[in-house]
């Protein structure tokens, strides 16, 4: 009987195993209550001598080993879960989806680490957070408790809602209480959201510290999903940028050798002529009349060749960051169109050229040169961009508004610029493509000549353009 | 989810009313009854048995009365129910005074007391429901037969108590007393106003042993318990051992049929030991 009243351990320990502290100390109970009639008719017959001691400690023996072994299974099976949930929790906010979609599975394992009866979270802390919940379907109050907690209320603590007096419910209570936390869900960058848990029953210390940790390890893996979002944001950001300056790099490199050809041709053509018609000079005899055309041509060619070079110095003092140095003087713009129009009318007959004179037209002050040079450079583009011919129609006049400005524009009725490219209009060595201007000769720095030189008077250029229908260009200048 | 959509104020003042005058109402009135009760009693004749019926309606009455007034949280509406409540128990006390059958009138009372809880949904929150766990009524019956019969056992073993199936006539009579009276009030007050009230501030085991204490007293100042030491602390281990188990119960299935089915077949067992 001494050695079989010990097998009554066997079935306490099984169920403190298989049901937790609850299952071991019922077992316990039982077993020592089943010891009992065997234990205490001896007690009664030979009162406490040491082996009566010994059968009392062998009777209690059970319900003390059932509540520690149980309680040891409790604790270890609660950390075992919380650890799991968290691993979970962690792998949830690591995945890629955006943050609001993983919070309902992120509720959902909370509340089987806590054994709760219903968990709510609450992210952000403006106008519109984002809320999940456990079961699913809540929605979130602005004058609920976890509104206070997110408006820095701080943590709420409830031992049951139906009976506390803070809470405004509407449902009856039910039999057992309900204990509720609110935790602030506060990272290092301060608080991010909300933890709501509700239980039904009992809610123990080791509970409560378990949704503490739980809270803590969400806020920080929430801020760590967020930096991560923000991380993986940026390089693609940097992704695009990158591939955005590498292929204007390419551009640039394939305007820059199609400039050289350009220029290589542009300087090459009237030095052939300048070669060939001084050879000519040189080693034959010519008639005064052929003679007086030839160097009509050397004199044309060799203009042309200054305004190559007068462009390509623009284009290093541009390109180096240097202010045109100006000469300001009062300019009289009538003047200087009429002579322009009348030398471009004379080169190109299938062209309209138009004046339109505002009233009273003051003078400008600016650098002559430099306006003649931007005025030649628009008139040039409206021409070679109109190769059917029509009208160019050049005004000037002050402009509307309080500054004091004068707009000068030149219209023509060309081939038009696509919307895609007006933004890139104005950069050097853009040449915009159509079937109808190909052949158009120009080093793609005319308008960006134009562009710089309003800008050092402190004026600006803009630019209307419909393809197919025509351009507009309006410089606007200081008066 | 309350947290997230109920209103919450941080300031907000408790509109609970105060228990103190009811519950100092209702003992005021047991007492009295009671009282009266003895003072018929002791002036014999006829009128001693109505005075033993209104004692036992006194004690009996005042606990569910307690209980009620407890489980509204002192707001209005327990007077009625617990005075009719209280007159049915004068009446089946009375009409068991007559004989055995006139016993079965204490049948009628967990009738009753369904009868009038139907209107208060807030008795929900003592376990006035149906148990969430059916398997617990079970279980309530099973630790009441366990209980019941270790008390036999080692009443027999140990002290040599005799264990016998008494009188019919009595034994019905003691069984529809613990039906009706005994293990209805204990349970109604103890386990559900008292333990439900105590658990939502306390904590299970706070709640279980702060009940289980008040019903052992309740126990112990019964003058029908046998005066002796061996039955006074067996009276103490069983009658704690019962209370932990219908707190339990209580808990565990969400009401208060499980520890009162226990309770139950505890006494039905407990009425088989013939202490003298």
């Given amino acids: 009987m001494v050695s079989l009243r010990h097998l009554y351990l066997l079935p306490t320990l099984w169920a403190a195993f298989a049901s937790g502290t609850s299952g071991g100390c019922l077992a316990g109970l039982v077993a020592g209550f089943l010891q009992a009639p065997l234990v205490l008719p001896g007690i009664e017959r030979s009162g406490l001598d040491p082996g009566a001691l010994d059968r009392l400690v062998t009777l209690a023996t059970p319900l003390a080993s059932g509540w520690v072994v149980g309680r040891?299974?409790?604790?270890?099976?609660?950390?075992?879960?919380?650890?799991?949930?968290?691993?979970?929790?962690?792998?949830?906010?690591?995945?890629?989806?955006?943050?609001?979609?993983?919070?309902?599975?992120?509720?959902?394992?909370?509340?089987t680490a806590l054994g709760a009866l219903r968990v709510g979270l609450v992210l952000g802390t403006g106008d519109s957070p984002a809320v999940a919940s456990a079961p699913v379907g809540a929605g979130l109050d602005n004058r609920s408790a976890a509104a206070w907690t997110l408006r820095g209320g701080g943590a709420v603590t409830s031992r049951d809602l139906a009976s506390d007096p803070r809470f405004q419910l509407e449902e009856p209570p039910g039999p057992a209480p309900r204990p509720a936390l609110v935790l602030p869900l506060e990272s290092g960058a301060g608080a991010v959201g909300a933890l709501a848990l509700e239980w039904r029953g009992d809610l123990t210390a080791a509970t409560r510290a378990a949704a503490h940790e739980i809270a803590?390890?969400?806020?920080?893996?929430?801020?760590?999903?967020?930096?991560?979002?923000?991380?993986?944001?940026?390089?693609?950001?940097?992704?695009?940028?990158?591939?955005?300056?590498?292929?204007?790099?390419?551009?640039?490199?394939?305007a820059k050798s199609e400039f050289l050809s350009v220029v290589s041709h542009e300087l090459r053509t009237p030095l052939t002529a300048l070669q060939g018609f001084s050879e000519l000079l040189l080693s034959r005899t010519v008639p005064p009349e052929q003679a007086r055309r030839f160097i009509g041509h050397i004199h044309s060619e060799a203009e042309r060749l200054g305004r190559i070079v007068t462009e390509l110095l623009d284009l290093s003092r541009i390109e180096a960051g240097r202010p045109e140095a100006l000469r300001r003087e009062p300019v009289d713009m009538g003047d200087m169109v009429e002579r322009n129009l009348e030398i471009f009318a004379q080169s190109n007959p299938r062209h309209r050229f138009r004046w339109r004179p505002g009233e009273n037209l003051p003078p400008i002050v600016a650098d002559r040169d430099a306006l003649d040079r931007m005025?030649?450079?628009?008139?040039?583009?409206?021409?070679?961009?109109?190769?059917?011919?029509?009208?160019?129609?050049?005004?000037?006049?002050?402009?509307?508004?309080?500054?004091?400005?004068?707009?000068?524009?030149?219209?023509?009725?060309?081939?038009?610029?696509?919307?895609?490219?007006?933004?890139?209009?104005?950069d050097k060595y853009v040449r915009v493509p159509d079937p109808e201007?190909?052949?158009?000769?120009?080093?793609?720095?005319?308008l960006a000549v134009v562009k710089a030189l309003a800008e050092a008077h402190g004026g600006w250029v803009e630019v209307e353009s419909r393809a197919g229908v025509g351009s507009r260009f309006r410089v606007l200048m200081p008066l | 989810m309350p947290l997230l959509s109920a209103p919450f104020d941080v300031e907000r003042p408790s509109a609970r009313a105060s228990l103190l005058r009811p519950l100092v109402?209702?003992?005021?009135?047991?007492?009295?009854?009671?009282?009266?009760?003895?003072?018929?009693?002791?002036?014999?004749?006829?009128?001693?048995?109505?005075?033993?019926?209104?004692?036992?309606?006194?004690?009996?009455?005042?606990?569910?009365a307690l209980g009620w007034?407890?489980?509204?949280?002192?707001?209005?509406?327990?007077?009625?129910?617990?005075?009719?409540?209280?007159?049915?128990?004068?009446?089946?006390?009375?009409?068991?005074?007559?004989?055995?059958?006139?016993?079965?009138?204490?049948?009628?009372?967990?009738?009753?007391?369904?009868?009038?809880?139907?209107r208060h949904p807030v008795l929900r929150r003592i376990g006035f429901v149906a148990p969430e766990r059916p398997r617990a009524l079970l279980l309530g019956v099973g630790a009441g037969a366990f209980l019941g019969s270790h008390l036999l056992v080692s009443a027999s073993q140990t002290l040599g108590y005799a264990v016998r199936m008494p009188d019919a006539d009595a034994y019905i009579a003691a069984v529809a007393y613990d039906v009706g009276?005994?293990?209805?009030?204990?349970?109604?007050?103890?386990?559900?106003?008292?333990?439900?009230?105590?658990?939502?501030?306390?904590?299970?085991?706070?709640?279980?042993?702060?009940?289980?204490?008040?019903?052992?007293?309740?126990?112990?100042?019964?003058?029908?318990?046998?005066?002796?030491?061996?039955?006074?602390?067996?009276?103490v281990f069983y009658l704690a051992a019962l209370g932990l188990c219908a707190s339990a119960l209580r808990a565990w299935s969400g009401s208060l049929l499980?520890?009162?089915?226990?309770?139950?077949?505890?006494f039905a067992a407990y009425r088989m030991f013939v202490v003298w």
């Fill in chain 2, 69 to 118: 007034v407890i489980a509204l949280g002192g707001r209005w509406g327990w007077q009625r129910p617990a005075l009719r409540l209280a007159a049915a128990l004068l009446a089946a006390f009375a009409l068991s005074r007559l004989g055995a059958w006139g016993s079965a009138a204490f049948a009628l009372l967990p009738l009753m007391l369904l009868w009038e809880g139907r």
């Fill in chain 1, 72 to 111: 040891l299974r409790d604790q270890s099976r609660a950390r075992a879960v919380r650890l799991g949930a968290l691993l979970e929790i962690q792998r949830e906010l690591a995945r890629e989806e955006p943050l609001y979609r993983r919070l309902e599975d992120v509720a959902e394992r909370t509340r």
């Fill in chain 1, 216 to 254: 803590m390890h969400l806020a920080l893996g929430i801020e760590n999903a967020r930096l991560t979002l923000r991380q993986r944001r940026f390089a693609v950001e940097l992704e695009d940028k990158v591939a955005a300056a590498t292929r204007r790099l390419l551009e640039l490199d394939r």
């Fill in chain 2, 181 to 235: 009276a005994n293990a209805l009030s204990a349970e109604w007050l103890f386990r559900g106003a008292l333990f439900s009230h105590w658990w939502r501030r306390w904590g299970f085991w706070a709640a279980a042993v702060a009940s289980t204490s008040m019903g052992l007293t309740r126990y112990l100042l019964d003058p029908w318990l046998p005066p002796t030491v061996e039955v006074g602390a067996g009276a």
């Fill in chain 2, 25 to 64: 109402a209702v003992a005021v009135a047991m007492l009295i009854v009671v009282a009266a009760g003895r003072w018929l009693e002791q002036g014999g004749g006829a009128l001693a048995g109505l005075g033993r019926s209104a004692q036992g309606a006194g004690v009996h009455g005042g606990f569910i």
């Fill in chain 2, 258 to 266: 499980p520890g009162y089915l226990a309770s139950l077949v505890f």
């Fill in chain 1, 437 to 446: 201007t190909i052949g158009a000769r120009g080093l793609g720095l005319g």
């Fill in chain 1, 375 to 426: 005025l030649t450079n628009l008139l040039s583009n409206a021409v070679k961009y109109a190769p059917r011919g029509g009208d160019v129609t050049v005004s000037a006049g002050p402009a509307p508004g309080p500054d004091r400005m004068m707009e000068i524009s030149v219209e023509d009725q060309g081939v038009g610029i696509p919307a895609e490219a007006l933004p890139r209009i104005f």
